[in-house]
């Protein structure tokens, strides 16, 4: 209904204003500087300005498309690009899991630049680079890597010191693991790292420290980390020696907790470090010392191994302590050994008899056997060498 009054009133209007229209039409009069004038009807400046509008439009029009067509082209290039970037990618990534690390390192560098993570592409082509032995383009991939994306920094460095230890670069991978424990200092992995490096570099103080104060990173319980502790003290006692066995003396006196100085196994690795050193006179003067303020039978077997040019004040320590000590035969079997030191098989003798009778030892029983035997007494050899056999039987 609505549409049909606005017909009705349209030709209604039409009716009343068209012929006024068309006999009164007006002009527009245009003047250009005073001497050039157009004059036109109203009705054609109408339909002109009606024409120019629509072919203003269709310009328009006509010059999104133009636009849009360029945008469209350059999509399509772009595209092009990325499926090529994304199809080297795979190619070399491919590459790299079938063992073809020179084609995986080429096609990897080549896409990371347009890659949509850089990071990753440059780090495969690091790994790539790495088992060609290629160490230099190695670090150079790894540091586009770093500048590539920053939130990678982490991964690609962690890579990077997996790959230098692999590589037994050991400083180089320091150095990797100390710049990444500045940005990362709480991270559990880099933290790992250098119960790694400071053992393969030797730097056992430094490994100490680091027990010391970062062991919770990696949550040992108190027998690993007693554990850890001891094999460290223990090659760097052997270090300390090497250089000087005075030294690991004034080490010993000033920088070990008295607690650890109380214990065998400390004393024990102590011991050995003098002896693999040649640091003999160090090592009789630390066992004399600790055997008159405390006698420990487990400290005898090391009188044996000295190799000094007087054994006589070790050998009278012992002869007071068999007046004083319970347990006899350990002490007798030093003695003995101490003995034949000094080249007196006779008194050797005497005290591995004694000695046998309460630490029966296969060794011993060849030993004292073989000396009677060299001293003419060969039915007592006999009888020793027949209980040296019993025991070995027995043992099996």
Same mark, same amino acid.
């Given at each position: 209904?609505?549409?049909?009054?606005?017909?009705?009133?349209?030709?209604?209007?039409?009716?009343?204003?068209?012929?006024?229209?068309?006999?009164?039409?007006?002009?527009?009069?245009?003047?250009? &500087?005073?001497?050039?004038?157009?004059?036109?009807?109203?009705?054609? #400046?109408?339909?002109?300005?009606?024409?120019?509008?629509?072919?203003?439009?269709?310009?328009?029009?006509?010059?999104?498309?133009?636009?849009?067509?360029?945008?469209?082209?350059?999509?399509?290039?772009?595209?092009?690009?990325?499926?090529?970037?994304?199809?080297?990618?795979?190619?070399?990534?491919?590459?790299?899991?079938?063992?073809?690390?020179?084609?995986?390192?080429?096609?990897?560098?080549?896409?990371?630049?347009?890659?949509?993570?850089?990071?990753?592409?440059?780090?495969?082509?690091?790994?790539?680079?790495?088992?060609? =032995?290629?160490?230099?383009?190695?670090?150079?991939?790894?540091?586009?890597?770093?500048?590539?994306?920053?939130?990678?920094?982490?991964?690609?460095?962690?890579?990077?010191?997996?790959?230098?230890?692999?590589?037994?670069?050991?400083?180089? #991978?320091?150095?990797?693991?100390?710049?990444?424990?500045?940005?990362?200092?709480?991270?559990?992995?880099?933290?790992?790292?250098?119960?790694?490096?400071?053992?393969?570099?030797?730097?056992?103080?430094?490994?100490?420290?680091?027990? &010391?104060?970062?062991?919770?990173?990696?949550?040992?319980?108190?027998?690993?980390?007693?554990?850890?502790?001891?094999?460290?003290?223990?090659?760097?006692?052997?270090?300390?020696?090497?250089?000087?066995?005075?030294?690991?003396?004034?080490?010993?006196? =000033?920088?070990?907790?008295?607690?650890?100085?109380?214990?065998?196994?400390?004393?024990?690795?102590?011991?050995?470090?003098?002896?693999?050193?040649?640091?003999?006179?160090?090592?009789?003067?630390?066992?004399?010392?600790?055997?008159?303020?405390?006698?420990?039978?487990?400290?005898?077997?090391?009188?044996?191994?000295?190799?000094?040019?007087?054994?006589?004040?070790?050998?009278?320590?012992?002869?007071?302590?068999?007046?004083?000590?319970?347990?006899?035969?350990?002490?007798?079997?030093?003695?003995?050994?101490?003995?034949?030191?000094?080249?007196?098989?006779?008194?050797?003798?005497?005290?591995?008899?004694?000695?046998?009778?309460?630490?029966?030892?296969?060794?011993?029983?060849?030993?004292?056997?073989?000396?009677?035997?060299?001293?003419?007494?060969?039915?007592?050899?006999?009888?020793?060498?027949?209980?040296?056999?019993?025991?070995?039987?027995?043992?099996?």
């Amino acid at each position: 209904m609505l549409k049909i009054i606005i017909v009705i009133a349209a030709l209604l209007a039409g009716l009343i204003l068209g012929p006024e229209i068309s006999t009164n039409k007006g002009y527009i009069l245009l003047s250009v &500087d005073g001497y050039t004038t157009y004059e036109i009807t109203v009705i054609n #400046a109408l339909l002109i300005a009606f024409v120019v509008y629509f072919l203003l439009l269709f310009v328009e029009w006509l010059l999104r498309k133009l636009f849009a067509m360029s945008s469209m082209t350059r999509g399509w290039f772009g595209q092009r690009k990325t499926r090529k970037v994304q199809k080297k990618t795979l190619l070399g990534m491919l590459a790299l899991f079938e063992g073809d690390s020179k084609q995986a390192q080429k096609l990897l560098a080549q896409s990371a630049p347009r890659s949509e993570a850089p990071a990753l592409s440059y780090i495969a082509a690091a790994k790539a680079a790495h088992q060609q =032995k290629k160490y230099d383009l190695r670090d150079a991939h790894f540091r586009q890597a770093y500048d590539s994306q920053k939130n990678c920094q982490l991964a690609a460095g962690v890579v990077w010191a997996e790959l230098q230890m692999e590589a037994k670069q050991y400083a180089n #991978a320091l150095a990797t693991v100390t710049e990444l424990d500045k940005k990362f200092p709480k991270n559990k992995r880099v933290n790992a790292f250098y119960f790694t490096l400071y053992p393969a570099l030797q730097q056992w103080q430094k490994y100490l420290d680091l027990l &010391d104060t970062r062991h919770k990173f990696l949550a040992f319980n108190d027998v690993e980390l007693a554990t850890l502790a001891f094999d460290a003290y223990r090659e760097l006692f052997k270090q300390l020696a090497a250089k000087s066995a005075a030294d690991l003396q004034g080490y010993w006196d =000033k920088k070990i907790a008295r607690t650890l100085r109380k214990k065998l196994t400390y004393q024990k690795a102590l011991l050995d470090a003098y002896l693999d050193a040649g640091a003999d006179k160090f090592a009789e003067a630390f066992l004399v010392d600790k055997l008159h303020q405390q006698f420990s039978l487990a400290l005898l077997p090391y009188l044996n191994k000295l190799e000094i040019s007087d054994y006589y004040p070790l050998i009278l320590l012992l002869e007071k302590a068999l007046k004083k000590e319970s347990e006899k035969g350990l002490i007798h079997q030093a003695l003995a050994k101490l003995k034949l030191k000094e080249n007196k098989p006779l008194a050797a003798i005497n005290h591995l008899k004694e000695s046998l009778k309460s630490v029966p030892n296969i060794d011993d029983f060849a030993l004292l056997a073989g000396l009677l035997e060299k001293d003419g007494r060969a039915t007592e050899a006999q009888e020793y060498y027949r209980q040296g056999l019993q025991l070995a039987v027995s043992a099996k």
